[in-house]
């Protein structure tokens, strides 16, 4: 969905070039004033359209690293997929109900670990053992008809955070019930922009930017700027289908903002939307118009709470939000037919273009 504005795929003039100034010195040039250029690269990843936005000195340099980067999202991808059935993720559910405790690599460990917290936080309406719900949903999308009550109640049995045990002395998880499975569709992509953006920090890249469709994360500013320039979506009404760009745009660095409704992933059933976002507490699909956008110091953080604050509504969400160290929030909803806005305090004072 949404989201910001970049050039496309075509490196463009640098933005200008830095002077240090010294204290109580003469005008001196930084070390780093080197002449930057920007480039854009953009590849199908995780099931969206990703997207590399950094400052290099040069096209072969800039092609190498973005080369690179994608490399390593394909290699997180192949561990956090819940899509692909020899992801890390996917063997780890198939071990559900044996009993194993199963060793899991840095990186599912960190997402899984990151997910049980805010699960915890958020009283179970974030929840990633959703895995069994969630297909019935989408079969029910694909059938464009309502689950039903027995189908539903099997899934709910074999969902629930309780359920997943981490084992943090060993890094090792267990599933408790069997026929569980996980899913990570609300937390993973942010996570995967922070580490590519983590990647090209280690490689001198530090001025650079990771899209992965509605989850974005900043690291160091565009030359001579405060930020990178997001432009964020807004709910649209009357044809509240259409997302629209708000008006508002941030001035992000090093830090991440995500994006989280319905607008594209639903199902209509006798008149009712059905979002494909699941209130694990009742299996039920939110019905509500829901368009939430987070701004939190990382990525997992930021898409994390984005999920769980779609299914909270408006009063808890924007609670939750507001007792995250570094988070703020926007939330919209329809009301009667017209968009309504609320925002957590901080939000006011994030850093607008
Ligand atoms: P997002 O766009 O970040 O809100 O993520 C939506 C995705 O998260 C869905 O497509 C599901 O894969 C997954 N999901 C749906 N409901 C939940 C939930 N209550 N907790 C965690 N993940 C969820
Ligand atoms: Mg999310």
Redesign the pocket.
Known sequence: MNLFRVGRFRPEPALGQFLAWMAGAALTLSASAEELTRYSFERAAMGVPFRLTFYATDQALAQSASDAAFDHVATLNSILSDYEPESELSRLSRTAGSGKTIPVSQALWQVLESSQKLAEQSGG????T?GPI?DVWRRARRQRALPGERVLGIARHRAGFRHLELLPSEKSVRLLRSSMRL?L???A?GYVAGEAVAFLRARGISRALAAAS??IVAGDPPPGTRGWRIALATLASPHPEQPAVSGQVLALANAAV?T?GDTY?YVEIEGVRYS?????RTGDAIRERRLVTVVAPDGVTA?GL???A??LGISAGLELIENTPGASARFQHIVEGEVSTSHTSRWPTLPWE
């Not at 309406?125 to 990633?128: C, E, H």
């Not at 494909?276 to 694990?280: E, Q, V, W």
Request: hydrophobic share 35%; proline share 4%.
């Open positions: 309406a974030f929840d990633i959703i969630v899913d569709g609300g937390i992509k509605g989850d995500s989280s992933q494909h976002i699941i209130d694990p898409d984005d999920t769980a779609s299914v």
